[in-house]
């Protein structure tokens, strides 16, 4: 796999999250009667990403193997984090920052939750328990069942596959319909039109790799 390859992959396997983040910042701006400006749209899309920064963490420290692992680690406990981040925002940066943070990181741990978004699990309530928490109720801990980070980027997301086409579909949706309520559907189509011609070139270019090799 390619350097430049899978560093777009990885981006591409965040990009719902990001655009489900400007939706949610562009939804609570509308209905607290909040303009925004574009970069603020662009924080609320990096706050529904927040929990994994430990995957960021891991790789700037050489731990791409503990990545399957990461929803273990401290910024994947919900119960912990949820109340944390969400007070600290409001008390830093105000009302609105702290109903967009509450929203945008609890997005996220439903989206790692089994379900309908597809999630891997999560233990919503440790320390209490230990179990992960879907939607039909407690389950073992499957952590360890998940494939490395090159695999699951080889699988899921340099590749078309039900998962990225969920994900890139949906997020393409959240991410034009957030910029369209702040600001105007041109510009909206126009940005959600260059992220799937993107995904689609990662695909061509990785399919031509592979076939070489």
């Known amino acids: ?8 992959a990885k981006g591409m396997a965040a990009y719902m999250d990001f655009g489900m983040g400007i939706l949610i910042t562009s939804l609570t701006a509308y209905g607290m009667g909040v303009v925004l400006e574009p970069w603020q749209l662009i924080i609320g899309g990096f706050l529904a990403f927040l929990p994994d ?3 960021v963490w891991l790789l700037l420290t050489g731990q791409k193997h503990k990545i399957p692992l990461h929803h273990t680690m401290p910024l994947h406990r919900p119960l912990f984090v949820i109340p944390v981040v969400t007070m600290v925002a409001w008390y830093v940066f105000g009302t609105f920052w702290g109903v967009v943070t509450f929203l945008c990181v609890t ?3 439903m989206h790692d939750t089994k379900g309908p978004l597809g999630g891997a699990g999560l233990q919503w309530f440790w320390p209490i328990s230990k179990m992960e928490w879907t939607l039909r109720g407690p389950e073992p801990l499957s952590q360890h069942l ?3 980070l ?3 980027l080889t699988k899921e997301w340099l590749r078309p596959s039900r998962l990225s086409l969920f994900e890139i579909g949906l997020g393409t949706f959240a991410l034009i319909s957030g ?3 702040s600001y105007n559907a041109c510009a909206a189509f126009a940005i959600g039109s260059a992220f799937l011609f993107g995904a689609f070139v990662v695909w061509y270019l990785n399919e031509k790799e592979e076939k070489v090799d």
Not at 1 to 8: A, D, N, P
């Open 179 to 181: 910029v369209a309520l």
């Open 146 to 148: 998940n494939p490395t």
């Open 150 to 152: 090159d695999e699951w």
């Open 107 to 109: 997005y996220h741990y």
């Open 53 to 55: 920064m430990d995957i």
């Open 1 to 8: 796999m390619g350097r430049l390859l899978e560093f777009i």
